[in-house]
Structures are given as structure tokens and as C-alpha cells.
């Protein structure tokens, strides 16, 4: 199957940026849906972005305009990009996969079979 690693999580000041790094081992992971997630103490797991394996983007409108999420070359490590962090991102964010999800359930944390660790963001203000 897939096993997923997060990275690049910490403590940072509102204003800075993150890269969050989702390395994948697994044959035939170019092909996966590949989601990030984040929960924060006390509330429910929420959509942040997802990249489908022809390349399509999506994002949660909180964070639209300053996240980015993309993949290397080899198409073996999914980067989340985090700009301008505010408080409100504190959370533990989580990479997610599914080989065969639909379009219309992209968003739903309950519809992904492979899912790492999570990796801390703290953001200060």
C-alpha cells in the first residue's frame, strides 16, 4: 500500500511561512488523490487543499491565495506551502491519500484510506 511521513511543522510568528513535506512510499503514488488536513484541540479534522494526480488543485477558502500545494518531480513527495500563517492555522496537519477517490468527496477526511502522522504548526502572534 502507501505509507506517508509528514515534516516541517514548528513554531513560527504570524506573518511567516512553512513548507509542510509528505513523502510516500508505495508504488504507483502518482496515481493517489493526496489531501491536506488539520485539526486543532477541540474541533473537527478540515480540509485544507488536495492535488489530484492529473494535477488539479483545490483549497478550502480559508486558505486560499496563501497556501500552495504541489508535488516533486518524481512525483514521490506532496509540499504544502504556507504563507502569511496566522493564529487561526495553529493546528496538527495531516497528509492524507486514497487511490480512487471522486471529485466530490475530496474535502471529506472520512473517504481517505492512507494517512500519516501529523506534523505540529504553531503559529504565534
Known amino acids: 500500500q502507501v505509507q506517508l511521513v509528514e515534516s516541517g511543522g514548528g513554531l513560527v510568528q504570524a506573518g511567516d511561512s512553512l513548507r509542510l513535506s509528505c513523502a510516500a512510499s508505495?508504488?504507483?503514488?502518482?496515481?493517489?488523490?493526496v489531501g491536506w488536513f488539520r485539526q486543532a484541540p477541540g474541533k473537527e479534522r478540515e480540509f485544507v487543499a488536495a492535488?489530484?494526480?492529473?494535477?488539479?488543485?483545490y483549497y478550502a477558502d480559508s486558505v486560499k491565495g496563501r497556501f500552495h500545494i504541489s508535488k516533486d518531480n518524481a512525483k514521490t513527495t506532496v509540499f504544502l506551502q504556507m504563507n502569511s500563517l496566522k493564529p487561526d492555522d495553529t493546528a496538527v496537519y495531516y497528509c492524507?491519500?486514497?487511490?480512487?477517490?471522486?471529485?466530490?468527496?475530496?474535502?471529506?477526511?472520512?473517504?481517505?484510506?492512507?494517512w500519516g502522522q501529523g506534523t505540529q504548526v504553531t503559529v504565534s502572534s
Open positions: 492524507a491519500a486514497d487511490s480512487g477517490i471522486i471529485l466530490s468527496s475530496i474535502r471529506f477526511h472520512s473517504n481517505y484510506d492512507h
Open positions: 508505495g508504488r504507483t503514488f502518482a496515481r493517489y488523490t
Open positions: 492535488i489530484r494526480s492529473t494535477g488539479h488543485t
